[in-house]
């Protein structure tokens, strides 16, 4: 039981990417007071928590509803991080700075993008998805 418990939470972390997220996070909020960053970060954590419910419960129930296997899953995510990849290399460094600047507006914009991070690391590596959907399924 303590083996699961460790591996689960390995992959809970391999998920989430606290590590790599922190750079992103203090990017995305540079502009941000203290309380602003708090904010950010309250919502960010109550969006990942609720998505990541939704996918241990119906995750199977939805790939199954759509007929979706796990390796096309696994292309389509490639195909995504390819397009991510793309448009990050062809984005203008003063193009990056001026949305940072304009960040008080574009709140909603930078929302929308963390749930895309969040959904491209599960996409990245669906293995500890697959483990909480089997998990959900036994129990």
């Not at 990417?17 to 960010?44: D, M, V």
């Not at 914009?109 to 399924?137: G, N, T, V, Y």
Request: proline share 3%; glycine share 6%; with cysteine.
């Amino acid at each position: 039981m303590l083996a699961l418990i460790l591996k689960l939470t390995v992959s809970f972390f391999a998920v989430m990417n606290p590590l790599g997220n922190i750079p992103i996070f203090i990017t995305l909020t540079n502009a941000y007071s203290l309380q602003e960053r708090r904010n950010s970060a309250r919502k960010a954590v109550i969006i990942s928590f609720i998505i990541l419910t939704l996918f241990l419960l119906l995750g199977g129930f939805i790939f199954s509803m759509f007929g979706i296997t796990i390796h096309a899953f696994r292309v389509a995510g490639g195909i995504l991080i390819f397009g991510i990849a793309y448009v990050c290399c062809m984005l203008d460094h003063r193009m990056h700075k001026a949305l940072i600047r304009m960040s008080k507006k574009l709140q909603l914009l930078k929302m929308i993008f963390r749930l895309l991070l969040l959904l491209f690391q599960l996409w990245l590596d669906p293995e500890p998805l697959q483990q909480s959907c089997l998990i959900a399924h036994i129990q």
